[in-house]
């Protein structure tokens, strides 16, 4: 009776300029004797846990504060791969992006958008400015201070407002 045993040891750290890299490796060996189980699983973890962490020492290239940022000092529109706002809001197909935050704050995004004529690329320049990347590409808190911001950009920040579209995001 052949017993396997089988090992993953993965690490991920976060670098500066929004940047984060991972290494993992996984091994799988053959014993015979059951009683060696607890040695070679522990011989296989530490060794596991000092190839990795040797490894990803090697950084490799990490963003500067510039990067993204073209010869004359303004953002790079495709910095980052980052879509654009756009006013085709459909996820599905057609090439276009799923947003990443809630659906309730993708609506309210466009609403605010719409309804206060604000220029699409204005608030994709918000977002890349404040958060590093793209509106579609927001998480859940980056979408809620993009609100508050579009909020106030349109005078619409009063605190009951504001605080009140925070409650009902909470609620989704």
Not at 14 to 21: D, E, F, I, Q, V
Not at 39 to 59: C, F, G, P, W
Not at 105 to 133: C, H, M, W, Y
């Amino acid at each position: 009776m052949a017993i396997v045993i089988k090992g993953e040891y993965s690490k991920r750290l976060g670098l500066p300029g929004y940047s984060s890299h991972q290494f993992s490796i996984s091994v799988e060996t053959e014993l015979s004797d059951p009683n060696d189980i607890p040695r070679e699983a522990s011989k296989m973890y530490s060794m596991l846990q000092n190839s990795v962490d040797h490894e990803i020492q090697q950084t490799g290239f990490v963003p500067g504060e510039s990067y993204g940022l073209t010869k004359n000092g303004s953002k790079d529109e495709h910095r980052n791969g980052s879509p654009k706002l756009s006013r085709n809001t459909n996820s599905q197909g057609n090439g276009n992006v799923r947003w990443s935050c809630s659906d309730p704050q993708k609506e309210l995004i466009l609403k605010l958008v719409t309804e206060n004529e604000l220029d699409r690329d204005s608030v994709e320049e918000i977002a890349l400015d404040r958060f590093g990347v793209g509106v579609k590409q927001l998480n859940k808190l980056q979408a809620s201070g993009l609100i508050a911001e579009l909020l106030e950009l349109s005078g619409k920040s009063d605190k009951r407002q504001v605080n009140g579209n925070r409650r009902r995001e909470a609620k989704r």
